[in-house]
């Protein structure tokens, strides 16, 4: 059996569980049939699989099967005819008036099919014309042989309805009807021909009037049933087409989804895994065919459970002893029945971090609506110390608490533009160019603005290509350089912070910032990247979570890398470069 119909056949079993509030097991098993091996529904041999007609729509492989048996019926016929031929045998009338002329038809109709299965098997010349020369030569080479053997009443104007009936089944009906007339058209010639022999017709002309009237009635039934054949056929290829779509389409989502996916049988063995059961569970391979006590026996445990507790809402977290790696599982029926489990695995971690990502999310806007707020009265406060500021009648005492309001309405100020810039999200561009002259040229403006030496910035890596917006990857690399010379001695005599450029072992760019301070405590690591958590007395904290963010939002990411070297290093990871700008 060929690909296509397979395929047929496995989307006919779920099509038939398509109500069952889920997808039948069979069909994400076929979906990665059809994603990963790219199967072609028109994979069966030769002609037989798909042939467009003349207007265009394509002859499925039940038509050509159709003219394929009525070929093998015309083939039967003839040898028949010519064995009978040959053996001299006399049945009713066959041949009774020309021998010769009845042997030569049937070596014909013998020989023509034997070429047609050829034809029909290759698929050349098209199915309208290879059915259409079919039938004539039927209607043909049957006539001759009523001619050779009395006409109608030797009963061979039968054979022509069996012709008829066929080009009723592969042929529309226009051309059904017109093949009638044309039979009817050539028995009528038949008998009138009779005369040259010297035969009285007036009896056969009845017989030829039914026969013309059979040979029509059986071209309009056929017609109309065959019609409504291919209807349904048509209509049973469309929703056969759409299944399989619909079953690539889960296929995808089910391999994007953050949970793992798991499907088991009533024996209890795995069916079905996405990429992200298999990462959490260790499965090598595709899991299909393992127990599943095999491969986590506390998930079988609580799957066992499950039928007992299904209607509790409540969720137990299982952990994984080797990876340590924490996840919910939820469980449903497969296919709508008790003989399978479909289940869910979400991640305790991811989870977590959506949430945490909608709490920034939140305070994020929180924040920026109540820094716009503030910053108004804050600019009027500041204003009127610096006007206090430049009084004669001030003492000592009252123009230090002056200094004391303006040094704090500048770093309220600070805070307020980080949390303004970091609340707007601009559309931004992305661009392609070299990270080592880019890092040259940044790296003498920042030793400017410190007013330090250019020496104290080092620069180590070779020429690459990067991709990401110029103006973020300066302010990152700004508040990364920042912190690093606020964190490191004095220059004296060697470099105090050192750039480093280098490739990933997949292909891509980093950009270590490393410095040569005293380095930062563990417990302090886990907070790094957290909103308003700093360790200076005048910092904001939102500086390196600015940072990661820009960098995510560029396609690189930003992380602290805990080595065995003095001071701190920043690690920036870049996507792989692409051809000119990028619009992101």
């Not at 051309?175 to 005369?195: D, H, K, N, R, S």
């Not at 230090?400 to 561009?429: C, G, H, P, W, Y």
């Not at 904001?540 to 963010?549: A, M, N, Q, S, V």
């Amino acid at each position: 059996m060929s690909n296509a119909h397979a395929v047929r056949r496995d989307l006919g079993v779920a099509a038939g569980s398509a109500d069952d509030g889920l997808w039948h097991a069979d069909l994400p098993e076929l979906a990665d049939r059809l994603v990963d091996d790219e199967i072609d529904a028109a994979d069966t041999h030769g002609a037989l699989t798909a042939v467009t007609t003349e207007s265009g729509r394509a002859v499925g492989a039940s038509l050509w099967r159709a003219l394929y048996h009525f070929n093998l019926y015309r083939l039967v016929l003839g040898v028949g005819l010519l064995a009978l031929s040959l053996a001299n045998a006399r049945i009713a009338e066959f041949g009774s008036h020309s021998p010769t002329l009845f042997f030569v038809g049937s070596l014909l109709l013998a020989g023509l099919s034997m070429f047609n299965m050829i034809t029909i098997t290759q698929g050349v010349p098209s199915f309208r014309i290879q059915a259409c020369l079919q039938i004539s030569c039927d209607i043909a080479l049957i006539t001759l042989l009523m001619y050779s053997s009395g006409g109608v009443s030797s009963g061979l104007g039968l054979l022509l309805l069996v012709s008829i009936a066929a080009a009723g089944v592969v042929l529309p009906g226009k051309t059904t009807i017109a093949f009638a007339g044309l039979a009817t058209v050539a028995v009528f010639f038949e008998t009138f021909g009779q005369t040259l022999l010297g035969v009285d017709i007036s009896k056969q002309i009845p017989g030829v009037a039914m026969l013309g009237v059979a040979l029509f009635a059986t071209a309009f039934v056929l017609s109309i049933l065959s019609e409504q054949i291919r209807s349904a056929e048509e209509l049973a290829d469309q929703r056969a087409e759409d299944l399989m779509t619909l079953a690539r389409v889960n296929a995808h989502i089910v391999r994007q989804l953050d949970s793992g996916v798991l499907i088991t049988d009533k024996h209890n063995r795995i069916y079905f895994t996405n990429e992200r059961a298999r990462s959490l569970l260790g499965i090598k391979g595709t899991g299909v065919g393992a127990r599943l006590d095999q491969v986590s026996q506390t998930l079988s445990d609580a799957a066992a459970q499950w039928p007992e507790s299904k209607n509790q809402d409540e969720t137990t977290a299982i952990e994984i002893p080797d990876s340590g790696e924490r996840f919910v599982p939820r469980f449903l029926e497969a296919n709508g029945s008790n003989e399978g489990v479909l289940v869910f695995l979400d991640s305790v971690r991811l989870s977590e971090e959506k949430a945490q990502q909608i709490k920034l999310a939140s305070l994020g806007r929180l924040t920026a609506a109540i820094s716009h707020e503030i910053r108004n009265p804050l600019a009027a406060l500041s204003h009127a110390a610096e006007l206090l500021s430049e009084s004669d009648q001030l003492l000592d005492q009252d123009r230090r608490l002056v200094d004391i309001t303006l040094t704090q309405s500048a770093r309220i100020n600070t805070i307020i533009k980080s949390v303004l810039q970091f609340s707007r999200r601009e559309e931004m561009t992305r661009q392609t160019f070299d990270l080592l002259e880019w890092c040259e040229e940044n790296a003498a403006q920042i030793t400017l603005d410190h007013g330090i030496p250019a020496k104290a910035i080092d620069i180590d890596g070779e020429s690459v290509d990067v991709v990401m917006n110029s103006a973020q990857l300066q302010q990152i690399l700004g508040n990364l350089c920042d912190n690093a010379i606020r964190h490191s001695p004095a220059f004296v005599d060697k470099p105090i912070v050192t750039l480093e450029i280098s490739r990933t072992p997949s292909g891509g760019v980093q950009l270590d910032v490393v410095d040569s301070g005293s380095g930062i405590d563990e417990q302090t690591v886990q907070h790094l990247f957290e909103p308003f958590f700093t360790t200076h007395v005048q910092g904001t904290g939102l500086g390196l979570y600015i940072c990661r963010e820009l960098c995510e939002a560029n396609g690189a990411s930003l992380n602290y890398i805990d080595d065995e070297h003095i001071g701190s290093r920043f690690r920036v990871t870049f996507e792989v470069s692409r051809n000119g700008p990028t619009a992101a």
